[in-house]
């Protein structure tokens, strides 16, 4: 490995109490969580300190993606909003998510996160797109967002 290369483990459960001082020291974060609390908190609070991340989910064989530089594109919360309600939707934990699933999107997001700390060029990113693959029907697809401009991550500056 580099030795130049520092890594942390942090075997906490992120909450809004402690998450800036989690990730505040860090130039990309890769969210990879099972929940959408988790999501939308790591979407606000990287708006917040200005720090580029990538957002991944994954159901059964599909996933999506979306890379987020702050001030620039559109984020998590341009495209879906707001926290859906619990119990209005299937969870991992009831439906279940294949392996092989987690880990084409985990490479992707890997992907991401060495393309922005090599080239910081938001036209080789997930920037202002939305990946979505099926992998049970091998379908794969991005879609274009936009900034919200209502959105807490200034779609309208």
Same mark, same amino acid.
């Given at each position: 490995?580099?030795p130049n290369i520092k890594i942390? *483990?942090?075997?906490?459960?992120?909450?809004?109490? !402690?998450?800036? $001082? @989690?990730?505040?020291?860090?130039?990309? %974060? *890769?969210?990879?969580?099972?929940?959408?609390?988790?999501?939308?908190? *790591?979407? $606000?609070?990287?708006?917040?300190? +200005?720090?580029?991340? @990538?957002?991944?989910?994954?159901?059964?064989?599909?996933?999506?993606?979306?890379?987020?530089?702050?001030?620039?594109? &559109?984020?998590?919360?341009?495209?879906?909003? =707001?926290?859906? *309600?619990? +119990?209005?939707y299937p969870t991992t934990g009831?439906? +279940?998510?294949?392996?092989?699933? &987690?880990?084409?999107?985990? /490479?992707?997001?890997? !992907? =991401? &996160?060495?393309?922005? /700390?090599?080239?910081?060029?938001?036209?080789?990113?997930? &920037?202002?797109? %939305?990946?979505?693959a099926d992998l049970q029907y091998?379908?794969?697809?991005?879609?274009? @967002?936009?900034?919200?401009?209502?959105?807490?991550?200034?779609? !309208?500056?």
């Amino acid at each position: 490995l580099n030795p130049n290369i520092k890594i942390e *483990v942090h075997e906490i459960q992120l909450d809004e109490n !402690n998450i800036e $001082d @989690v990730i505040n020291n860090y130039d990309f %974060i *890769v969210e990879a969580s099972d929940n959408f609390e988790t999501k939308f908190l *790591v979407n $606000d609070t990287c708006i917040k300190l +200005g720090i580029p991340f @990538v957002i991944g989910g994954v159901f059964q064989f599909e996933g999506q993606m979306i890379t987020v530089l702050p001030q620039k594109t &559109a984020c998590y919360r341009c495209v879906f909003k =707001e926290i859906p *309600v619990s +119990g209005t939707y299937p969870t991992t934990g009831e439906e +279940g998510v294949m392996g092989t699933t &987690a880990g084409f999107f985990g /490479l992707i997001e890997a !992907n =991401e &996160a060495i393309k922005f /700390l090599v080239f910081k060029d938001k036209d080789r990113l997930l &920037a202002n797109k %939305i990946l979505h693959a099926d992998l049970q029907y091998n379908s794969f697809d991005t879609f274009d @967002v936009e900034r919200d401009i209502n959105c807490i991550c200034g779609g !309208n500056s």
